[in-house]
């Protein structure tokens, strides 16, 4: 497959940024689902590791990715989809504790993909897995109104915890 790249720094809230590289297939095939990758500090050769950034469906298959080798230094899932929504028996984890990786999940409370408290349970069982909770988050991270938080310090929030992930590979 073919990938369009290109180099990016992506500022961060409060000071700073990240290098990376976007990569996309040039072709989009039907029945084929893209995978968005960055990499952190990608600028010198690639010689810092290589991240996988996900969101959902491309998180469960970026996981599958990396259990069957891909070359990355980490995974982190931006509401990982645990479950079909209203089936949180019907779990799609048994891979996780393969990934041969440091994963961060981001995840929120009200996720309808992802029983907060199962996701706990799967993650118990996953050497290198850390989380961060959107107390209150829907699955893009919405919260309800009532809570008066603003959307911009949700993903302020996010992209700290992220950074501070990062900055542990």
């Known amino acids: 497959m073919k990938l369009a790249t290109r180099r990016r720094r992506v500022k961060l ?3 700073g940024a990240v290098s990376a590289v976007v990569a996309l297939p040039q072709r989009f095939r039907p029945g084929r689902t893209p995978a968005v990758l960055l990499a952190h500090g990608a600028g010198a050769g690639m010689s810092s590791p290589f991240v996988s950034f996900v969101k959902s469906l491309g998180g469960r298959i970026a996981s599958y990715l990396a259990v069957a080798g891909a070359p990355v230094g980490g995974v982190f899932f931006l ?4 479950h079909p929504a209203g089936k949180p028996d019907q779990l799609r984890a ?8 440091p994963m961060l999940f981001v995840q929120g409370t009200r996720d309808a993909l ?5 996701l706990r349970e799967v993650l118990r069982g996953v050497p290198g897995a850390a989380l ?3 107390e209150g988050g829907d699955h893009s991270f919405r919260l309800p ?5 603003p959307e911009q310090a949700v993903w302020a929030d996010i992209v700290g915890a992220v950074v501070r992930w990062l900055a542990g590979l």
């Open 79 to 82: 509401g990982y989809p645990l």
């Open 132 to 134: 961060h909770v959107v």
């Open 13 to 15: 809230p409060g000071g």
């Open 114 to 118: 992802c029983d907060f408290e199962r």
């Open 94 to 101: 048994d891979h996780l504790p393969s990934l041969p990786v």
């Open 145 to 149: 109104r009532r809570n008066g938080k």
